[in-house]
């Protein structure tokens, strides 16, 4: 196939690489700080799409949790929204579920009113199962309550999308309402990115990209590249680029490296190339239907179906799976293509790319599935020996008493800590980082419970379809549906959700002004 035939098959791209491992840890502290802010192109005060003084020490993180976490995270985002919080973010982190809808958040449209898309917080004694009953087909909870998975990846299937199945099933439910689906549509952070990508590719148009909405956070998805029997690796993926920070020399297939840096997103799954300049590369990509789209974003970081698709005899749905090259010694090392699959199969709460990047304050929405507090891996594994441990564990269960006052309190169950980052080798997170959490964790508001309609209240204690709430499984809540969630399950959670942030006002407030 000659250039001409296909416009956009050979593209160059920036990229930024890291350093080894070994050379960090021969640095001080500082040295590894002042590192980090330069290899992220939106750290860069020069830049025009500096993220700004003030919001680069911000962050919010959504945790994974499948249809039950989106439909926290888009109540949670519209109260962020309300309170005049996400204009003061630097960074919007989500895995999994909560990346399903921040990313539409993220690039939704300017044609697309906002007040559609969040839809109406409602006072909790108007909650009667009649107005639970009901979602506008504008409002983005309309996608969660029809996500029939299933049915959608085995259309693209048999359709021979392959390793692009789930994520086309995914893009359809989450990003065709907001004309965010298109297979031929790269995605970018900015008009200066794009200007710019356009710049160094004559074949390329602003047509070619989704561009990120004007004044959003910085968006961070994350997702992870498996290797089976062996360590997993935290994929970052942002609208301007993505890629593996840290630098695993040996952790690749035939023990070859993986990682070392990141490259704008529009030239992920491509091939190695011959040779590179000291900012960019000439890559050769595949098909056009095979271009990094958002959807392939969500489907990565989404990935978790896979395991439960398996017991249900769909193994031989199409995960992702996409060529990677380290950026070490670039030329010297071919593409591999390897499986990726959710974030949450190695972190699930978004918050190690915060640390990375030196973020100073940072809200955790906990959109949990685990009603035992104590219980939750996500948060423990933070604070536990362990692959992602970034705290101290003496600190644990201070936060875990807070969080069990507040519910004792009947308030939302929210806590704050301050803490200082100890060393973690494998994601590349120095020691000696302070930073400060609000934790907001998926519980029952006992208070907001208490103001419900009588029969709302009564559901709660002996109907089925709200016996979960608001801990719905991930999967099968509505069996035999594997995502699915109803109207009713979805509109209490996302009110709940979003009454608990606003009743969270001045701690959020004292937060971000300390």
């Not at 190695?346 to 030196?358: A, C, M």
Request: with cysteine.
């Amino acid at each position: 196939m000659s250039k001409e035939k296909y416009r956009l098959k050979y593209l160059n791209a920036r990229y930024w690489q890291t350093e080894d491992q070994a050379d960090l840890e021969a640095e001080s502290d500082v040295a590894i700080e002042a590192e980090a802010d330069s290899r992220f192109p939106e750290l860069d005060p020069h830049h025009g799409d500096y993220v700004g003084d003030a919001k680069r020490k911000i962050g919010i993180c959504f945790s994974g949790g499948g249809t039950r976490s989106a439909t926290c995270t888009h109540g949670q985002l519209r109260a962020l929204k309300e309170l005049g919080v996400l204009e003061r973010v630097g960074y919007i982190s989500c895995v999994s579920g909560g990346a399903w809808a921040a990313v539409p958040y993220t690039f939704l449209a300017e044609h697309y009113e906002e007040s559609h898309f969040f839809g109406s917080q409602i006072d909790p004694e108007f909650l009667a199962y009649d107005v639970l009953d009901q979602i506008n087909q504008r409002n983005y909870l309309y996608t969660v309550s029809r996500s029939g998975l299933v049915d959608d990846l085995l259309k693209h299937a048999l359709r021979g999308a392959g390793d692009e199945s789930y994520s086309r099933a995914l893009g359809e439910v989450f990003l065709e309402p907001f004309d965010l689906n298109s297979k031929r549509r790269f995605f970018a952070h900015s008009t200066n990115q794009v200007m710019d990508a356009v710049s160094r590719n004559p074949n390329m148009t602003d047509q070619d990209f989704y561009v990120a909405g004007r004044d959003r956070p910085f968006l961070i998805a994350g997702g992870t590249l498996l290797r089976p029997g062996n360590e997993d690796y935290l994929f970052e993926m942002t609208p301007w680029y993505s890629g593996i920070r840290n630098l695993y020399a040996s952790g690749g297939s035939n023990n070859l490296p993986i990682g070392g840096g990141y490259i704008e997103s529009f030239a992920l799954d491509s091939d190695s190339p011959d040779e590179a300049d000291d900012a960019t590369v000439t890559v050769r990509v595949a098909k056009k239907r095979y271009r990094f789209t958002l959807s392939d974003m969500l489907g990565t970081t989404g990935a978790a179906p896979a395991e439960k698709l398996d017991q249900i005899g769909l193994d031989f749905i199409g995960m992702p799976e996409f060529k990677h090259w380290p950026l070490k010694n670039i030329g010297q090392v071919k593409a591999k293509e390897y499986e990726f699959g959710d974030g949450g199969n190695l972190e699930n709460l978004g918050i190690l790319p915060l640390l990375s990047r030196n973020v100073e304050k940072i809200i955790v929405f906990v959109n949990t599935q685990k009603a035992d507090i104590r219980k939750n891996g996500g948060i423990n594994s933070l604070f536990r020996a362990g692959v992602n441990q970034v705290f101290e564990e003496s600190r644990l269960d201070i936060l875990h008493k807070q969080l069990e006052e507040c519910l004792a309190g009947r308030e939302p169950v929210v806590g704050r800590g301050s803490y200082v980052t100890v060393q973690n080798d494998h994601h590349r997170i120095p020691a000696g980082h302070r930073v400060e959490v609000l934790w907001v964790y998926n519980h029952r508001y006992l208070s907001w419970i208490d103001q419900l309609p009588s029969g709302t209240q009564a559901d709660l204690k002996t109907g089925r379809a709200l016996a979960n709430f608001p801990h719905y499984a991930t999967f099968f809540e509505n069996p035999p549906k594997v995502i699915d969630l109803d109207r009713v399950q979805i509109n209490l959670l996302n009110q709940m959700s979003s009454a608990s942030v606003l009743a969270s006002k001045d701690l959020i407030e004292g937060l971000l002004s300390a």
